[in-house]
């Protein structure tokens, strides 16, 4: 079975979280969730739904989906010798990014990162800022030269569907994409017959 950790934190952009976890929950996938405490509060504000209530419904009649307590730094995820396909941080707050980029992290969310990057497990980032100053852009700059995938939640602006959801569940297939999971919500741009 799989393995994919997936991070939430404090930046704004939780109805991406929410429809990676639904998602991915589907799948049968194995998923090792850990959300900052901000992460939560603003998921609740952003979505009108608790983390907790939203985390029970995906636990609900699964045995593949784990949370952990981001100062559990005894979880699994916490060590190098946890095996999993990618980590995706969505959304990915600048201060997460900024703790991974320099190591000083000191609590799960950012120890399984560093566990990523030191082993070369796939790392997805999706940082919500903008406009993005100097230090983030360093920050973000010394995550892909660690091997990190920068992936910030633009619409893709061509397709066809002025669609709320469609948009959201483009961005959330091609963070998937970039963790390497094949899925249907997101398809190449297809330029057309007379290209």
Known sequence: MKRYIIGVTGASGSILAKR???YLA???TQLHIIATDM???VFEYETGISWEVFLNTLT??????????NNNLFASVASGSFTAEAMMI???SMATAAKIATGTGGNLLCRAADVCLKEKIRLVLSPREAPLNAVHL???LTLSECGAVILPPVPMFYADSGNYGDMIDKI????????GIENDLYSKWNMGKDC
């Not at 959330?172 to 963790?179: T, Y």
């Open 20 to 22: 990676l976890l639904s």
């Open 26 to 28: 589907g799948t049968g």
């Open 39 to 41: 992460g939560k509060k």
């Open 60 to 69: 609900r009649d699964r045995t593949n989906v784990f949370a952990y307590d």
């Open 90 to 92: 969505v959304p990915c």
């Open 138 to 140: 360093r920050n973000l």
């Open 172 to 179: 959330v297939g091609r963070i998937l994409k970039s963790a």
